[in-house]
């Protein structure tokens, strides 16, 4: 074995990262606004800091998992964190395609209720090891269907992440639902159900009977992010997804998810992914689910 800490498949045919994986030993990777235009998994092993995504911040301890989509806003404070990266572009393993295998869509990525990060305990620990070092052994010496084994050790990874985060939110959501207000249910209901037609937080407020004012309060204190922007996260998430898994026009997109005018939907995703819906397309990929 070698002291090699990175490893890096490149995709043959345009150029670009396929998947990555390193170790780090500070903070200098993730010190400054990260938008990757993959998914990334980052694993504290040690140390502890504050994490900013979208429009929130968490604390964090070691031992912790985070896993960021594409485009999606990401930056820690901390002093001295060491841990493991991986990084994969929806090209080499796609969540959406791969979900009814591995389930990770809306528990480790996509879920706007949840903290971004689950925490490693011991029996997930020694998974997680595994795979890294299965990983790391076939980027060292390559084989036949290198492709399909390290998709083979990625759904490994990724299933045990998602069990255990499953597995820790009845808890979490058990000490939530003892003081949880059934507004709060009933809203994230609301949104699932009608965040294609309804845009506003006033929308959500008359469609429950209560007060904006009285809404926006509760929604702040128990998910740690305005209803406005649980709203707009919910509307990226899907207008993401419609963007790599079809071959709709942006107008078609734009028109499904409620908005009679195209530029103005393409201001509001580049506002919020910081790119437009055509270079996002172009850099994350085209997943033409319907062939898979």
Request: some cysteine; charged content about 20%; aromatic content about 14%.
């Amino acid at each position: 074995m070698t002291n090699q800490t990175v490893f890096t498949l490149v995709n043959q045919q345009n150029g670009n990262l396929a998947f990555k994986l390193f170790s780090f030993e500070d903070n200098s990777y993730f010190d400054h606004l990260q938008r990757n235009n993959y998914y990334s998994l980052i694993w504290v092993t040690e140390g502890a800091g504050k994490l900013k995504t979208d429009f929130s911040e968490y604390s964090f301890e070691e031992n912790s998992l985070f896993a960021f989509t594409p485009y999606q806003p990401f930056m820690f404070s901390s002093n001295l964190v060491k841990g493991i990266a991986i990084y994969f572009h929806a090209d080499f393993f796609c969540i959406h395609r791969h979900q009814t295998e591995v389930t990770c869509n809306g528990v480790l990525f996509n879920n706007i209720y949840q903290r971004p990060f689950v925490f490693v305990d011991k029996e997930l620990r020694g998974t997680l090891h595994k795979m890294v070092d299965q990983i790391r052994l076939e980027m060292q010496n390559p084989g036949l269907a290198q492709y399909e084994l390290l998709i083979s050790y990625m759904k490994i990874f990724l299933i045990a992440a998602s069990r255990s985060k499953l597995q820790q939110q009845p808890q979490e959501t058990a000490l939530k639902e003892e003081k949880e207000p059934l507004i709060l249910q009933n809203l994230k209901e609301a949104i699932e159900k009608d965040f294609k037609s309804k845009h506003t937080p006033g929308d959500y407020a008359v469609l429950l009977n209560i007060s904006p004012n009285a809404l926006a309060r509760i929604t702040k204190s128990y998910f740690n992010k305005t209803l406005t922007h649980l709203i707009t996260e919910r509307i990226i998430i899907e207008a993401k997804r419609e963007l790599y898994l079809t071959n709709k026009t942006v107008k078609e997109v734009a028109w499904e998810l409620g908005y009679e005018d195209e530029y103005y939907f393409s201001r509001f995703f580049k506002k919020n992914v910081n790119i437009s819906p055509q270079i996002y397309r172009q850099t994350v990929g085209f997943g033409k689910a319907e062939s898979n």
